[in-house]
């Protein structure tokens, strides 16, 4: 079956500065990537994704890329501030009849005002 | 729309009792998953239910099962429950899953206590 891994799993930065989290996974079949954040108490929440027809994606201070070949994908924050502080799950399935969705283990994401 | 609820929010069981969670997803969407979130172990796949029918199953023993219904609610039963069973339960709806994979939504979760 599918495998994500992701990393850091901790990642603290300065306001303003940029976070970057990385995932590879496993299943060359997997075609969408969605990120989830997961604020302190609260539901995890869409935040972007991507499908495999494309390279990159970008959404105001939130961009995701993919390598298909290397079997990895990126999000990058950019100008960080502190309600950006959460926990970011990557996530990877495949379209074919069913839904399964595999998560990466988390990266906690602390911003320093 | 509504988005995904869950009740009851919070549980507390004692070891060997048995539990029912229950979800109710987005107005149309028809394919409701479980998920356990652990401190250590993130979000692990249990199941997902499509028109009444378990499509896929994780790696979890056969005291977790669950159920969909005709209006795409859907229900998660734990048995003999252990201390390890404790976890944030959250259920996450999609449109269907049939044509391409689907975006899912989150329910608030349902945090359960086994003493």
């Known amino acids: 079956g599918e495998n994500v891994e992701q990393h850091p799993s901790t990642l603290s930065v300065q306001e303003g500065d940029s976070a970057v989290i990385k995932c590879t996974y496993s299943?060359?079949?997997?075609?969408?990537f969605p990120w989830y954040k997961q604020e302190l108490g609260k539901r995890p929440q869409l935040i972007i994704d991507i499908r495999s027809n494309v390279g990159e994606k970008k959404d105001q201070r939130i961009a995701v890329t993919l390598n298909k070949t290397a079997k990895h994908f990126s999000l990058h924050i950019t100008e960080t501030q502190p309600e950006d502080s959460a926990v970011y799950f990557c996530?990877?399935?495949?379209?074919?009849?069913?839904?399964?969705?595999?998560f990466g283990i988390g990266t906690k994401l602390q911003v320093i005002p | 729309k509504a988005g995904v609820t869950q009740t009851p929010r919070y549980l507390i069981k004692t070891r060997g009792q048995q539990v029912t969670l229950s979800c109710s997803p987005i107005s149309g969407h028809r394919s409701v998953s479980w998920y356990q979130q652990t401190p250590g172990q993130g979000l692990q796949f249990l199941f997902e239910y499509f028109s009444e029918t378990q499509r896929n199953k994780g790696n979890f023993p056969g005291r977790f099962s669950g159920r969909q219904f005709s209006n795409s609610r859907s229900e998660m039963n734990v048995s003999t429950l252990e201390l390890g069973d404790s976890a944030l339960y959250l259920c996450?709806?999609?449109?269907?899953?049939?044509?391409?994979?689907?975006?899912?939504?989150f329910g608030p979760g349902t945090r359960l206590t086994v003493l």
């Open positions: 996530a990877a399935s495949k379209s074919g009849g069913y839904q399964k969705v595999t």
């Open positions: 299943d060359s079949a997997s075609n969408y």
């Open positions: 996450a709806s999609s449109l269907s899953g049939t044509s391409g994979a689907d975006t899912q939504y």
